[in-house]
């Protein structure tokens, strides 16, 4: 989907692909990484690959980092991305219409409630983190 993005829309101002990008492929990379448990590999991996679509856009080498950039861009990377994601899912299921959905999320909050407080401080850490870098360049 991504190559397809870029030989079609060759010669778009950069924003535009970015958001065809974010709209089309975002979607499909992340598509139940909520509910997936990664090893940080293949995090990192999955992370790069969308780091990569940043690089091709905008002209960066693959030596440089990208992180500053899609923080300046007001966006988030690939692993805070799914962070969040991960917070959306077990709010939307604790707020779930559907009573079985419901019990067996209070079910599994015991020992959702470690996992989810580090999803929680993952997620605040790698934005200041990464906005916190930005500020120094």
């Known amino acids: 989907a991504s190559n397809n993005i870029f030989s079609n829309a060759r010669g778009s101002p950069e924003l535009m692909q970015l958001h065809l990008q974010e709209a089309y492929c975002l979607p499909i990379l992340q598509h139940a990484s909520a509910a997936v448990c990664f090893t940080q590999t293949q995090l990192n991996t999955m992370n790069a690959c ?14 440089n980092s990208v992180k500053q950039f899609i923080c300046g861009l007001g966006n988030l990377d690939f692993i805070s991305l799914r962070y969040l994601s991960m ?10 219409d559907n009573s079985v959905v ?21 997620l ?6 990464i906005c916190k870098n930005s500020s120094r360049a």
């Open 50 to 63: 969308w780091n990569n679509v940043y690089r091709k856009i905008f002209g960066f080498n693959l030596w």
């Open 87 to 96: 917070l959306q899912m077990y709010k939307s299921m604790f707020k779930s």
């Open 102 to 122: 419901r019990l067996l999320m209070q079910l599994y909050s015991v020992s959702l409630s470690s996992e989810y407080r580090l999803t929680c401080v993952k």
């Open 124 to 129: 605040e850490l790698n934005t200041k983190m």
